[in-house]
């Protein structure tokens, strides 16, 4: 009885076979490896307690090389979950090997299919950069270390250093921001019947939509736009106004003799200084009586 052949045999004649199948047919593409997961959050960029709700999401990855573009339709797709109120976004960048045995194997791209080669010896630094909404988005961190840029490298990826999990957490500067993603942020579901326009869950007397211009909390009766104090300084020269103001937003004071006017400005726009802005103006003499508001520069 003849022994059965050896391992080694089996996989020389696969092999064998393989480079005389590839003559005739395509060859086939690489062995997919354990690659590259980045997942993380996105939050505004100038006020970072805000979370961003994630709409849309596209990653460039490079090599130096050649660029893989992944998004929400891309293969493999970055995917956009929800969890405890809040948007994540989960990438998963592909490798593969390319070489079995004597064989080469096809890049996975000339299926439609984002992936890399996992190289053995002198790895390339990979160069990743979101888009988040439409906008660029900003590094924040990188497993919690602090990070920056618009683009974050991932060095030391080979063979030996297959499969790997980093979170990065974003923050974008929206061109515009809309008042369906405030108010997706302040209440979780903007179709809430809290969340509408005209509603005052907070009831300190500023619509939603009042609340969203100024950039205020409308869960947060404290949060909202109005005087604090005026006060007449010693010598009865000069008077001081402070009111609830938020950073990054412009106001203008403006006085008037009587509540119902008129009205006029006194003084350029002051910018907003958070949580509280004070200014000093001259006291109103001669006139008896001095009324004075904040307005929001739009």
């Known amino acids: 009885m003849n022994a059965s052949p050896s391992v080694p045999r ?23 490896e354990p690659g590259l997961v980045v997942w993380g959050s996105v939050v505004h960029r100038t006020n970072t307690s805000q979370a961003i709700p994630i709409q849309s999401a596209h990653w460039s990855v490079s090599d130096g090389t050649r660029t893989a573009s992944f998004s929400t339709t891309s293969r493999p797709a970055v ?5 405890q109120g809040q948007s994540f976004y989960i990438l998963e960048v592909p490798f593969d090997s390319r070489r079995l045995g004597a064989v080469e194997l096809s890049d996975p791209a000339q299926s439609g299919r984002n992936s890399f080669d996992l190289r053995a010896a002198s790895p390339p630094t990979y160069t990743l950069a979101p888009t988040i909404n439409g906008v660029p988005a900003t590094v924040r961190s990188v497993n919690g270390a602090p990070a920056s840029g618009e683009a974050f490298p991932v060095a030391g990826f080979n063979a030996a250093q297959r499969g790997r999990t980093l979170r990065v957490d974003l923050a974008i500067l929206p061109p515009a921001d809309s008042y369906e993603l405030w108010a997706a942020a302040h209440f979780g579901d903007p179709t809430l019947p809290e969340a509408a326009r005209d509603a005052d869950p907070d009831g300190d007397g500023m619509t939603n939509e009042a609340e969203f211009a100024a950039g205020t909390d409308p869960r947060s009766a404290s949060s909202v736009l109005r005087l604090l104090s005026v006060s007449v300084l010693p010598g009865g020269s000069q008077t001081a106004l402070a009111w609830n103001a938020v950073q990054g937003r412009s106001y203008t004071l403006q006085g008037a003799p009587n509540p119902g006017g ?27 009586h001095r009324f004075y508001r904040v307005r929001l520069v739009p």
């Open 79 to 83: 995917r956009i979950v929800q969890a």
């Open 262 to 288: 008129p009205w006029t400005d006194l003084g350029s726009p002051v910018p907003g200084s958070a949580p509280t802005t004070e200014v000093t103006l001259p006291a109103s003499n001669p006139e008896p």
């Open 10 to 32: 089996v996989l020389a004649l696969a092999l064998a076979q393989l480079t005389a199948f590839t003559t005739f047919a395509a060859i086939p593409p690489g062995v997919p």
